[in-house]
């Protein structure tokens, strides 16, 4: 059974969430990848203020494809989180709170993760058609310059993810790699 989580993710959402949850998304998130990222940590740096109000929000790393005529959005499929890795921690210490994507991330990552109470989801490699299905709406509010890669502001509903890596640390990859070790047996 799927839990149903509304944005923001407020610590109180962030503590009841565990690795292994099924999850569906519904609010407005954020789309970012490692360009749009790098320029995010920039502006950081330079006491700068973001093009958005990270606090208790999520950024699903996606470069989606041109929307066809009469959708909000292209094909949006997860890209590989690990390239967003140099930049999370900074991120995450300004009040990020979910991440969305796809594949491992770093121990510098997930300790910042633990620090400041922040939640990975996965979404469904290889269904960036159905993953469309679940954005109602989407514009680009900084970076357009970047392309597919721009900053945009998407509202979802029931988008389907599962927690692969929990405020506490745990990792639902290692888990179920355990899982599966310990049938074999």
Known sequence: MSKKITMPLTKEKIDDL?????VLLTGTIYTARDAAHKRL??????????????????????GPTPA???????????TTS??????????????????????????????????FGAVYFGAIGGAAALTAKCVKSS???????????AIRKLYVED???????DKKG????????????????
């Open 159 to 165: 988008l389907p993810l599962v927690v692969v890596i």
């Open 82 to 115: 690990y390239r967003m890795d140099a930049y999370t921690p900074q991120l995450l210490a300004k009040g990020l709170k979910g991440m969305i994507g796809k594949g491992m991330r770093s121990r510098e990552v997930v300790g910042a993760m633990k620090e």
């Open 18 to 22: 565990k690795a292994g949850d099924s």
């Open 68 to 78: 066809k005529e009469g959708q909000p959005i292209g094909s949006a499929g997860p």
């Open 170 to 185: 745990n990792n639902y990859y290692e888990i179920g790699q355990q899982e599966y070790l310990e049938t074999q047996r």
């Open 41 to 62: 940590v920039q502006l950081l740096e330079e006491g700068k203020e973001l093009p958005f109000d990270i606090e208790d929000q999520a950024i699903y790393y996606v």
């Open 139 to 149: 514009e680009i509010i900084a970076y357009e310059d970047l392309g597919a890669e």
